[in-house]
Each structure stands twice: as structure tokens, then as C-alpha cells.
């Protein structure tokens, strides 16, 4: 999470969306930047809403803060989680997706009790608006980066260069006809969303 007080903007940390490039970019120039815990890194709009914003307005009398994110085309965004969990560093381990191929990890995502290495969250529900009325007030397609560029360095008042980290290996992260099917119908709010998104916010 990082946070421009003078601009009052708020950017959170969806994860697998490419924000650590955009702390690293940016961090030097924010007033608050949350690396760790992930937990705080990677708040989702409610923690957001629970603990931060009340911290804002009631400590520094600031009644307002835009909140800015990024969301991921869905099946990339699983994807990119898949690609992520390969890595040595999770070898052995319950998280670890190591010999699996990708329909079978969403095959398991779709699952009610899902396995810790599916276990990974949904965009929509990390971006649901709270009803206080809390939002995002802008959102931006991960695919998509000129518009948030463009906003970013007009709301902040500079260029921004964004570099590549945190890439994951090469995998081929195709889904079965079936597969697909299932998950645009058990996670509609997802696709939505992320169809809903205006480049002209």
C-alpha cells in the first residue's frame, strides 16, 4: 500500500498486479509505504476501511482519500498465482503447485474448502465497496497500464517508469472448455468487475 498524503491518494496492493514495480517506482516519493506484513502490504479495501481510513480521518483530520487499484483479467490473474507457486522457494511445501498442471489448480480453486496451494482469494472481493460507502474510486486494467500511467503521473505530478520484477517462469496456463466455463460461472462477480472497468476514470 502506499499513500501520497498532499494528493490524497491511496494505492492498494492487489496482489499479482504489478504493484510491487509501482511501489518501487513510487515508494521514495510517498508519505506512508507499507511493505510488510503482507497482510498490511496486501490490505484489501475492507482493512482498508477498518483500520486506515478511521487512522486518516480521525487522527489527521483528513475526511477524504481517493483509493486507487489494479485488477487482473481473472484467468491470468490465476495464472499468474499458479506461476508464482512453482518457484523452488515453495518446493515440498502445501502452498507449492510444483508437478500440477493449471486446469487442475483451478479445478481446486473452484473447490468450497479449497487447499492452502489454491487458497488464493478473489479480486472482487479484495475491491468490494463497504457499506459506509468506503470504494475504490479508481480502477485500472493490469493489461491495460497507459491509462493508470497517465493518471499516476498527472495526479502526482511526474514521470514514472515502470520496471519489471517479481516475474514468474514461463507455464502453460490454458484451461479446458469445461474448466473455463465453471469458473466465469462460480466467480461471475470477478468478470464483471473487471468488465466493468472505465480507462477514462
Given at each position: 500500500m502506499l499513500v501520497f498524503w498532499k494528493e490524497k491518494l491511496v494505492i492498494l496492493a492487489v496482489p499479482k498486479t504489478g504493484t510491487t514495480a509501482l511501489a518501487k517506482a513510487l515508494g521514495s516519493s510517498a508519505d506512508i509505504v507499507i511493505n510488510d506484513p503482507p497482510e498490511l502490504k496486501h490490505a484489501p479495501l475492507y482493512r482498508y476501511n477498518r483500520f486506515f481510513r478511521p487512522m486518516f480521518e480521525k487522527a489527521?483530520?483528513?475526511?477524504?482519500?481517493?483509493?486507487?487499484?489494479?485488477?487482473?483479467?481473472?484467468?491470468?490473474?490465476?495464472?499468474?498465482w499458479y506461476r508464482y507457486r512453482q518457484r523452488d522457494f515453495l518446493n515440498g511445501k502445501p502452498t507449492s503447485t510444483r508437478g500440477m498442471e493449471f486446469d487442475a489448480?483451478?479445478?481446486a480453486y473452484l473447490q468450497n474448502d479449497r487447499p492452502s496451494f489454491a487458497n488464493v482469494g478473489s479480486q472482487?472481493?479484495?475491491?468490494?465497496?463497504?457499506?459506509?460507502?468506503?470504494?475504490?474510486?479508481?480502477l485500472f486494467r493490469y493489461e491495460d497500464p497507459a491509462p493508470m500511467l497517465g493518471f499516476l503521473e498527472d495526479r502526482l505530478d511526474r514521470?514514472?517508469?515502470?520496471?519489471q520484477v517479481n516475474v514468474s517462469s514461463k507455464r502453460n496456463v490454458n484451461l479446458s472448455e469445461e474448466t473455463e466455463q465453471r469458473l466465469r460461472r462460480h466467480h461471475k462477480e470477478d468478470f464483471d468487475l473487471y468488465q466493468s472497468i472505465d480507462d477514462a476514470v
Open positions: 489527521c483530520k483528513q475526511d477524504h482519500m481517493d483509493v486507487m487499484a489494479i485488477m487482473r483479467e481473472p484467468v491470468s490473474w490465476l495464472g499468474s489448480f483451478v479445478q472482487a472481493k479484495f475491491l468490494e465497496p463497504r457499506p459506509n460507502g468506503t470504494k475504490v474510486s479508481h514521470a514514472i517508469e515502470l520496471e
